[in-house]
Nanobody, 124 residues
Framework: QVQLVESGGGLVQAGGSLRLSCAAS????????MGWFRQAPGKEREFVAA????????YYADSVKGRFTISRDNAKNTMYLQMNSLKPEDTAVYYC?????????????????WGQGTQVTVSS
């Protein structure tokens, strides 16, 4: 089993940057593909980005491609999401989770062990 804790959220102006972290407990972190999702008030949880176990393959939602970068450091049991050129529509609670499929899925139901989330607010 894996426990995930997100951090790094906050309030930033449009055009600014934030770096989210997802710290994992358990020695099996390096075995898993991982992903980031977000959920805005009144909206469904949506896929943001995914990364395979080694970090050699990544996958992004079209809405964040070119602005966000997903990465991981297996030695530190941590995954990251670097967010640049932030927009007000990026405002949401951001979650990390384990990709059970291992295929860099964009589907919420294929993820487990969700963290508690970290709030990102982008002001205009």
């Amino acid at each position: 089993q894996v426990q995930l804790v997100e951090s790094g959220g906050g309030l930033v102006q449009a055009g600014g940057s934030l770096r989210l972290s997802c710290a994992a407990s358990g020695r099996t972190f390096r075995n898993y593909a991982m992903g980031w999702f977000r959920q805005a008030p009144g909206k469904e949880r949506e896929f943001v980005a995914a990364i395979n176990w080694s970090g050699s393959r990544v996958y992004y939602a079209d809405s964040v491609k070119g602005r966000f970068t997903i990465s991981r450091d297996n030695a530190k049991n941590t995954m990251y999401l670097q967010m640049n050129s932030l927009k007000p529509e990026d405002t949401a609670v951001y979650y990390c989770a384990v990709d059970r499929s291992g295929l860099l899925s964009g589907r919420v139901h294929e993820y487990d062990y969700w963290g508690q989330g970290t709030q990102v607010t982008v002001s205009s």
